[in-house]
T-cell receptor, first 115, second 111 residues
Framework: EPEVTQTPSHQVTQMGQEVILRCVPISNHLYFYWYRQILGQKVEFLVSFYNNEISEKSEIFDDQFSVERPDGSNFTLKIRSTKLEDSAMYFC?????????????FGQGTRLTVV | SQQGEEDPQALSIQEGENATMNCSYKTSINNLQWYRQNSGRGLVHLILIRSNEREKHSGRLRVTLDTSKKSSSLLITASRAADTASYFCAHGSGNTGKLIFGQGTTLQVKP
């Protein structure tokens, strides 16, 4: 069964450092997303991406965040200067469409710890 | 806020019993999806119900949707210890495909 893969599974970084979280969406999917989940809290939408551009972003997705699809398979989330409050599980998801019958497939997540 | 609410927040039952979790939302939706998350792990898609559907089954799972009440329920029948996890509802709205997640219900099934 096709799946979304994320690397690394766990990343520890110093406050102020840049991190790049990587995702390989399902190959025939067209829409890509990043979500985050702070420990013990709900999953929050960060950004959606289609046709090589951001289609929607949340208030959380400020200037410190950026996304890129550098090639035909990878989808990355960059945090420019990490803060302690960026510590969370980050999930990548992809869908083939955006309509009512489209389920989202999620990766296993990257646990980011900022120290 | 577009966030949904789920209840109960936590549920503890014995193996073999049924578990019912409820979810409410505030905006119009395209679909409603249920996900399971084992502790510290990824989100596993369980079932999607469209806004024009009222009930859907998948194995031991039954999902209902009442758009007039803006609510959905997930029923797990004949629960097993392996069903122990957190369960989230998420609704799709708008035209970008983003999902709005509820707070989740933590289910513990005791053997």
């Amino acid at each position: 069964e096709p799946e979304v893969t994320q690397t690394p599974s766990h990343q520890v970084t110093q406050m102020g450092q840049e991190v790049i979280l990587r995702c390989v969406p399902i190959s025939n999917h067209l829409y890509f997303y990043w979500y985050r989940q702070i420990l013990g809290q709900k999953v929050e939408f960060l950004v959606s991406f289609y046709n090589n551009e951001i289609s929607e972003k949340s208030e959380i997705f400020d200037d410190q965040f950026s996304v890129e699809r550098p090639d035909g398979s990878n989808f990355t989330l960059k945090i420019r200067s990490t803060k302690l409050e960026d510590s969370a599980m980050y999930f990548c998801a992809s869908t083939w469409g955006r309509q009512a019958n489209t389920e989202a497939f999620f990766g296993q997540g990257t646990r980011l710890t900022v120290v | 806020s577009q966030q949904g609410e789920e209840d109960p927040q936590a549920l503890s039952i014995q193996e073999g019993e049924n578990a019912t979790m409820n979810c409410s939302y505030k905006t119009s939706i395209n679909n409603l999806q249920w996900y399971r998350q084992n502790s510290g792990r990824g989100l596993v898609h369980l079932i999607l119900i469209r806004s024009n559907e009222r009930e859907k089954h998948s194995g031991r799972l039954r999902v209902t949707l009442d758009t007039s009440k803006k609510s959905s329920s997930l029923l797990i029948t004949a629960s097993r210890a392996a069903d122990t996890a957190s369960y989230f509802c998420a609704h799709g709205s708008g035209n970008t495909g983003k999902l709005i997640f509820g707070q989740g219900t933590t289910l513990q099934v005791k053997p």
